[in-house]
C-alpha cells in the first residue's frame, strides 16, 4: 500500500552533517504524517521527529531538538532528515515512518508503515 524506502546515511565525524532520504510510493495519498525514528545497537527504538504530510507542523524529540530537521520534497513524495552538528550517540540505524491518520506522534504503534534503515555512524 505504501512503500518506504531510506537512503542517505553514512559514516562521518562528529560535528558532521547528514541528510538521509525516505521516498514514499503506493498508495502516498493515504499519508497523513512522515516520522524517523532510530534504533541503536543494544538500545531501543526511539523516536525522532515527524510531520504533517501535507502541512509544515514538526515535532522533534529534546535529543535532536535544535540540531536535526524534517521536511518535505512534494514533487519527489519523498521526506529528508537534515542531521546537523552530529555526535556519536547519534550512531543508530535511521528508520522513516508513514502515518495514516491526523496527528503528530512519537509512538511507534501509531504508524502503521515502514522503511528498511539506514546506517548512520558518528565517528569521534
Known amino acids: 500500500q505504501v512503500q518506504l524506502v531510506e537512503s542517505g546515511g553514512g559514516l562521518v565525524q562528529a560535528g558532521g552533517s547528514l541528510r538521509l532520504s525516505c521516498a514514499a510510493s503506493g498508495r502516498t495519498f493515504s499519508i497523513f504524517v512522515m516520522g524517523w525514528f532510530r534504533q541503536a545497537p543494544g538500545k531501543e527504538r526511539e523516536f525522532v521527529a515527524a510531520r504533517d504530510w501535507n502541512g509544515g507542523s514538526t515535532y522533534y524529540a529534546d535529543s535532536v531538538k535544535g540540531r536535526f530537521t524534517i521536511s518535505r520534497d512534494s514533487a519527489k513524495n519523498t521526506v529528508y532528515l537534515q542531521m546537523n552538528n552530529l555526535k556519536p550517540e547519534d550512531t543508530a540505524v535511521y528508520v522513516c515512518?508513514?502515518?495514516?491518520?491526523?496527528?503528530?506522534?512519537?509512538?511507534?504503534?501509531?504508524?502503521?508503515?515502514w522503511g528498511q534503515g539506514t546506517q548512520v555512524t558518528v565517528s569521534s
Open positions: 515512518a508513514a502515518r495514516n491518520s491526523y496527528g503528530l506522534r512519537s509512538r511507534e504503534a501509531d504508524y502503521g508503515y
